[in-house]
C-alpha cells in the first residue's frame, strides 16, 4: 500500500506505517498544493491520503475518487504516538474510495 503524509503532519508517521511504502507531500513534491490540486494530483498514484485537517471532507468533492482518506485528530506527535494502535489498524482495514476518522476515542468509518 502507498500512503503520502499531508504536510502538517510529522515525518514519524512514515515509521510507524512501516512496513507499508510512505512518503511526504513535500518529498513527493506537492509541498503548497491546494487540497483540491494536490488530490487530484495523488489520486491514482498513492493509495492513501493522511492528513489532520478535519475540513477537507466539507470542501472537497469525495465521491468518485479512488483515493483513501484517512483524518488524524491532530498534528501533534505525542498524542500520534498513544493513537498508535488505531493508526494502524484503520491503516491496515482501509478499503479503496473510503473516507476513515481516527478519533482520540474510537476510529470509525464515515459513508459516503
Same mark, same amino acid.
Given at each position: 500500500?502507498?500512503?503520502? /503524509? !499531508?504536510?502538517? &503532519?510529522?515525518? %514519524?508517521?512514515?515509521? #510507524? /506505517? ?8 513535500? =518529498? ?5 498544493? =491546494?487540497? %483540491? +490540486?494536490? /488530490? +487530484? +494530483?495523488?489520486?491514482?498514484?498513492? !493509495?492513501?491520503? #493522511?492528513? +489532520? !485537517? =478535519?475540513? #477537507? ?14 483524518? &488524524? ?18 491503516? !491496515?482495514?482501509? =478499503? ?13 468509518q464515515i459513508p459516503q
Open positions: 500500500m502507498t500512503i503520502i /503524509l !499531508d504536510e502538517s &503532519l510529522p515525518h %514519524g508517521l512514515c515509521h #510507524i /506505517l512501516e512496513p507499508h511504502q510512505v512518503t511526504t507531500v513535500q =518529498k513527493a513534491g506537492y509541498a503548497g498544493m =491546494k487540497n %483540491g +490540486a494536490l /488530490l +487530484a +494530483a495523488i489520486e491514482g498514484v498513492f !493509495d492513501i491520503f #493522511i492528513t +489532520a !485537517d =478535519k475540513n #477537507i471532507r466539507y470542501q472537497q468533492n469525495l465521491a468518485g475518487r479512488q483515493i483513501s482518506i484517512i483524518e &488524524l485528530p491532530t498534528n501533534r506527535w505525542p498524542l500520534l504516538l498513544l493513537l498508535q494502535p488505531k493508526i494502524i489498524a484503520t491503516v !491496515d482495514r482501509c =478499503k479503496p474510495s473510503t473516507y476513515e476518522v481516527v478519533s482520540a476515542a474510537y476510529s470509525t
